[in-house]
């Protein structure tokens, strides 16, 4: 099942059979106070020049996330859509939880994007899908409802369920629709880590959706988080995650690529030897 | 081993979250007849107190937090019910919930188990919990302290609205409102008009341990 995404000219496809889609998560004001403050006061360079860091990084994707108190949403993500869309060529992940903003960086955006997010809340998906499906979009469907964020894999593939046939009520196909089995704090949750990988596995098993988590809220509240993030992805990726909202340092980045050649998705290591070659070549153009 | 010993282990299996050796220390303690209140204010608030610190300092993670907070609860439940004054185990009651339309609840459930351990009594509303939950359980409990907690930019409102329905049920001036969650800042609290923010579950603590001093100053004077 693929999910094509686009930006102007670039073509991304996430599925169980291709490469992992790397998706830069670091346009986000939350929990950055210079650059919340920057965006506050127009200046977005910092965002250019994050695009442009995660893009060289290995980022496939990248998110966009203009939510900042007291901001108004929907202008301030057009503006920052625009930015990245002049300024790299890799689709975006639109995200927001204002469906204003949703629908104005929608109308914005040259290509097919990723919305960011749905949940399994019947109005969430009322407002969220007719806009997905207006706009010719694909979906995160996020797998909790109003009641909570469910405890057991099994909870989790319910809510996914019903987002998929949700989705199919507003013309929106399951290839359209990509799953969050909600990647949570093993830190706060010694089991957090292992009920997320087994809904992974239920939900590729039964609905052979693409599906993708905001890898490094794994690694909250401990030290050494990149390492976490670096060990827990290519486990996710054996239990069918096939995209990650996720930090783009170095390490993350091989450890997920080690993996794409290491699960079949990196046809005689052709990527991971190119990848070798491009940092070979940048250390001899330094020492010249 | 001597009073002095018990308190001493108190102290150091808290700051490491040994919550059978925290438990089994204070059954020694009680045996050799020392007073409870003792091990509370001489060993175990000081060792929470200690844990926060290292926490806000960065030395100290969420695992270790969580741990030594556990063990603290699990002297306090022995304890409570032997203390002469059972106020003196109480430092206030905090009722705590994640606004209407946000379940998230991770950094909710860190500040309640940092609360309980530091000696509050916390009522957790839980997730989703709109403004006529609030009111209706702060009419009942007459909690020292609300928290409102947000974790999405779309959800954050809802203080506001909380706020303004304790004015309307004329509330207001009865409880202290602290407010937190991840896109939450100073700024934005201080815009709502909420009493108290603070960044993470050990600062929670604190401030509220400040605010509510400040109000029975106030009340006092």
Known sequence: MDTVLRSRTKTVVIGSDKPFCIIGERINPTGRKVFAQQLRDGDLSTAAADAQAQVAAGADMLDVNAGIPLVDEAELLVKLIGLVQDTVDAPICIDSSVVEALDAGLSAYEGRALVNSVTAEDDRLEAVLPLVAAHGAAVIGLTNDETGIPHTAEERLRHARKIVSAAADYGIEACDVVIDPLAMPVGADTEAVANTLQAMRMIRDELGVNMCVGASNVSFGLPDRLTLNAAFLPMAMAAGLTSAIMSTADVVVRSTRAADLLLGHDEWGASWIAAHRARQAAVEATAS | ?221
Not at chain 2, 50 to 76: H, K, T
Not at chain 2, 129 to 147: A, L, N, R, W, Y
């Open chain 2, 1 to 221: 081993m001597t009073d002095e010993e018990i308190l001493q282990l108190l102290y150091e299996e808290t700051l490491t979250g040994n919550a059978p050796a925290v438990a089994g220390g204070v059954n020694d303690g009680l045996a050799q007849g020392m007073p409870p209140e003792s091990m509370l204010f001489d060993a175990l608030i000081p060792s929470l107190e200690e844990v926060g610190a290292r926490f806000e300092r960065g030395d100290y993670f969420v695992p270790e937090m969580l741990i030594a907070a556990r063990a603290m609860q699990g002297a306090l439940d022995i304890l409570r019910p032997l203390l002469a004054d059972n106020e003196s185990a109480q430092i206030g009651t905090f009722l705590m919930g994640t606004v209407k339309g946000d379940v998230h609840d991770i950094g909710k459930n860190l500040c309640n188990i940092m609360l309980e351990g530091a000696g509050f009594n916390v009522i957790d509303l839980g997730v989703n919990v709109p403004p006529e939950k609030f009111i209706e359980q702060i009419e009942e409990h007459q909690p020292d302290v609300v928290g409102f907690s947000a974790f999405l930019t779309t959800t954050m409102p809802m203080f506001k609205a909380n706020i303004n329905a304790l004015e309307k049920a004329g509330l207001r001036d009865r409880v202290i409102v602290m407010v937190g969650g991840a896109p939450v800042t100073q700024e934005y609290a201080d815009a709502v008009g909420a009493d108290g923010y603070a960044a993470d579950a050990s600062t929670a603590v604190r401030k509220a341990k400040e605010l509510i001093e400040l109000r029975r100053e106030k009340v006092l004077v």
